[in-house]
């Protein structure tokens, strides 16, 4: 007699609530540092209180969110030493990822990420598309490497700097040199060499956060 598989059950209201929330963090839509109007987003959302601070409670622990006693919740602000920690991490993880894929990917997995390279040259000039493009070239080479834990650290690693208000793509001239050095990259990983994969997404990052540094301030008169 066949088994018959329970259905799924439905996504909570909170899960809901907190994925609404994380999309209009992303959005800009709740700028960093912007406190959360909860009684607003429950007028809004037509909710009560604990599936919203159920969300939060979820952002929270994903750090997109920071909850201060007795004031509430605060979009996270990243401050110039988590970018440059943040920067630091991806840099370390990802470039060994890379050295991985450059010795075991298949050529079909190389295939998989040469097609992701070609939808990352072709969404140039459309800023929203290009970070799109970027960021599942990026994760689907950490996949392709194999190790989840990295995957999971560089996962939430990537979405904090989705809340750096100086996203080094944003600076003038980025995204073409954000594309050539993936260019670069991606024919170090076709010939199969390691080191110098490891070495050119070093790079990559260390360029990345050249442009990602705020402004300095105006020297005093």
Not at 191 to 205: V, Y
């Amino acid at each position: 007699m066949p088994i018959t598989q329970a259905p799924l059950a439905p996504r909570a209201l909170y899960e809901e609530v907190a994925e609404l929330l994380r999309q209009r963090i992303f959005a800009r839509e709740l700028e960093p540092g912007s406190w959360v109007d909860e009684q607003k987003l429950c007028a809004e959302l037509g909710i009560s209180r604990t599936p919203l601070r159920e969300a939060l409670k979820v952002l929270a622990s994903e750090g997109l969110v920071t909850m201060k006693v007795r004031r509430g919740a605060y979009v996270t602000e990243m401050s110039e030493r988590d970018v440059r920690e943040a920067y630091q991490l991806l840099a370390l993880l990802e470039s060994d990822a890379a050295a991985g894929v450059a010795r075991h990917a298949s050529d079909a997995e190389l295939g998989e990420l040469q097609a992701l390279h070609e939808a990352l040259e072709n969404s140039l000039g459309e800023r929203d598309a290009f970070f799109g493009a970027n960021e599942r070239f990026h994760l689907r080479l950490i996949e392709l490497d194999g190790n989840r834990w990295r995957l999971q650290i560089i996962t939430d690693l990537r979405r904090l700097m989705k809340l750096n208000r100086h996203h080094s793509l944003f600076k003038q001239g980025r995204l073409d040199e954000s594309l050539q050095e993936h260019r670069a990259l991606m024919a170090a990983l076709r010939r199969r060499d390691a080191d110098a994969a490891a070495e050119l997404l070093r790079t990559h990052f260390q360029n990345g956060l050249a442009a990602a540094a705020p402004p300095s301030p105006p020297a005093s008169a």
